[in-house]
């Protein structure tokens, strides 16, 4: 009589791409933790410091006014040094969790802009010509990585494309005309546009990790 073999139930399933998975969905969720968090964050202690400045004006006042004064320097800076390494960290999370068809060169100048914005808070308006440098490197990375991926975007989500391709030429124009006419309110609407965006940003990579 033939000896019965034992049959074992084949698992289809392996550790190791769940294990991938898993780390995947840990840094889409830690980015957007990180910008939804640090964005709140930074809106709350420029807020902060804005009413510690004694007699501080939206409409004459450049935001980087906010990082001299004894009583809102504090606030002012760790805002931009917090926001900055949070945008650095976001950068390379999304790099890390690979979800996200973003070109490895707009995140390299997302981190870049990281850095700068941290350096707008350590090199403060009276230590020239660094903290110019550092204001507008963050605003220019920025706005380069947001056109380089709204540029790759056109092809695959071409609304979406043409939205951040346009937000990146427009957060440029802010800039160029705010230096030139030192028009503070000008600078505002391009830092709160920037915030606002992060924000939305890191909004939907949580809804999109919840919803997966």
Request: aromatic share 14%; charged share 10%; hydrophobic share 50%.
């Amino acid at each position: 009589m033939a000896r019965s073999r034992s049959t074992q139930p084949t698992n289809h399933f392996t550790l190791r791409p769940v294990s991938k998975s898993i780390k995947e969905n840990d840094w889409a969720r830690w980015a957007g933790f990180v910008a939804v968090i640090s964005m709140l964050a930074f809106a709350s202690l420029v807020f902060l410091a804005v009413q510690n400045y004694p007699g501080y004006s939206f409409s004459a006042n450049f935001l980087s006014d906010l990082g001299v004064h004894p009583a809102s320097a504090a606030l002012f800076n760790s805002a931009c040094i917090l926001a900055g390494l949070s945008v650095a960290f976001f950068a390379v999370a999304i790099h890390k969790s690979q979800r996200y068809s973003v070109k490895p060169v707009a995140l390299l100048f997302l981190g870049i802009a990281g850095f700068f914005l941290a350096g707008v808070g350590l090199y403060t308006e009276h230590e020239q010509p660094m903290h110019f440098f550092a204001t507008g490197g963050f605003f220019l990375f920025t706005a380069f990585s947001v056109m380089l991926t709204g540029v790759d975007w056109i092809k695959q989500k071409r609304t979406l494309g043409i939205f951040g391709l346009a937000g990146g030429v427009l957060l440029v124009g802010f800039v160029v005309i705010s230096a030139l006419s030192e028009q503070p309110l000008l600078q505002k609407f391009a830092v709160g546009a920037t915030v606002l965006g992060f924000f939305g940003l890191g909004l939907g990579v949580l809804h999109d990790h919840w919803k997966n």
